[in-house]
């Protein structure tokens, strides 16, 4: 019997502010780009449930995040607590979640920062799988003073659904003759892969919930939506067939900027981009990864024009050095008429290095 378990931390970076910092306990808490009293630019990476209660959450922009803590405040509530991304550190505790998992379960896919699959084949029954989980989540609660949700099912889709019923600190079997049922009066977007053009399209077809969606055709779906209508389909009656990959390809490594100012001072971009350099090549180096064949830049406009531009190198290497020199090359181009005619003012700017060679350990960033 296939049995899957799917882990999902609560409020991921909020909470472990909130661990680290005792003094917050009970407190909202946003984490992510300064507010700059209104001003600030950039989005909510991660919100803690306090803070949801105002409105806010993750990819919201930060001054809109600051308006509504204002607006708590003017009714006696407390302001929300505003910290920044300290990405280090969520991913150390993302390795001792990791750690924990694998003293259960010799299986264990981490499908993001805060995210992991781990297989419960080896349990005799729900029954049993249940109990092995209730033990995981008491040791990450003991352990990192964090709170995470389970969910149990027969695949990785039913898992994965099922982790998020129930937040926060939640756990949720379903057992494998449950699963269509489960699903059917669930909203569509509970789906993975439906985001807000695709719920819209179905919309369109008078589909609200999955059981709705049962009622189309694999052909029809098909026609709407692709290849993907196929998958969906099958996920709309709950079949998954994908695997726990436990070693996981990481793509990229990466971080981006934006700044409180449109600006094309070449002293102020620089000193930025120095940081981001410094931060990616240091987690390229925690990643495990021996080296890297290819850089890349992003830089956007005022006006939210995107440009990227990347290098393959000839050889592959894991030179801080050839790193920074090879990423500047790709960005002055950008603060001069040779990429930007118009001599745009820049809103954000990325780095990010690809093509690893040789991975050495379970867990990327």
Not at 79 to 92: A, D, I, K, T
Not at 283 to 289: T, V
Request: hydrophobic content about 35%.
């Amino acid at each position: 019997m296939r049995i899957i378990g799917h882990l999902d931390m609560d409020a991921f970076f909020a909470s472990i502010e909130e661990a680290d910092n005792p003094h917050f306990k009970g407190m909202p808490i946003a984490v992510g780009s300064d507010p700059r009293n209104g001003e600030g630019r950039g989005v909510i990476s991660t919100a803690n449930y306090k803070a949801r209660e105002y409105g806010i959450h993750s990819a919201l922009p930060v001054s809109k995040a600051w308006q509504l803590s204002e607006k708590a405040a003017a009714e006696g509530k407390p302001e929300v607590v505003f910290l920044p991304v300290n990405m280090e550190r969520y991913s150390e505790i993302s390795n001792q979640v990791f750690q924990i998992i694998k003293e259960y379960s010799k299986l264990v896919e981490p499908a993001s920062i805060d995210e992991f699959y781990f297989s419960l084949d080896f349990a005799k029954n729900y029954k049993e799988a249940e109990e092995i989980c209730k033990k995981i989540k008491k040791e990450i609660k003991e352990k990192i003073k964090v709170t995470c949700s389970v969910g149990i099912g027969r695949n990785k889709l039913i898992a994965k659904i099922s982790a998020g019923t129930e937040k926060p600190d939640g756990l949720t079997v379903v057992k494998d003759k449950d699963s269509e049922k489960f699903l059917e009066t669930l909203p569509i977007r509970e789906i993975p892969g439906i985001g807000p053009k695709t719920e819209l399209l179905l919309n369109k077809e008078n589909v609200k919930i999955v059981k709705d969606l049962k009622k189309i055709s694999k052909e029809k779906l098909k026609e709407l939506l692709g290849k993907w209508g196929e998958d969906l389909y099958n996920k709309a009656r709950g079949v998954d067939e994908s695997l726990i990959v436990e070693d996981r390809d990481v793509k990229s490594i990466g971080e981006q900027a934006t700044f409180q100012h449109d600006t094309l001072s070449a002293i102020y971009i620089g000193e930025a981009f120095e940081n981001l350099c410094k931060n990616v090549f240091n987690r390229f180096k925690e990643s495990g990864f021996k080296t890297f064949k290819t850089i890349a830049i992003t830089v956007r406009f005022s006006g939210f024009e995107t440009k990227t531009s990347a290098k393959t190198l000839k050889n592959p290497t894991a030179s801080e050095k050839d790193f920074k020199l090879e990423a500047l090359k790709l960005l002055l181009p950008f603060l001069d008429k040779r990429k930007n005619p118009k001599l745009k003012s820049i809103r954000l700017i990325g780095v990010r290095v690809e093509k690893f060679d040789v991975k050495e350990l379970t867990l990327g960033i």
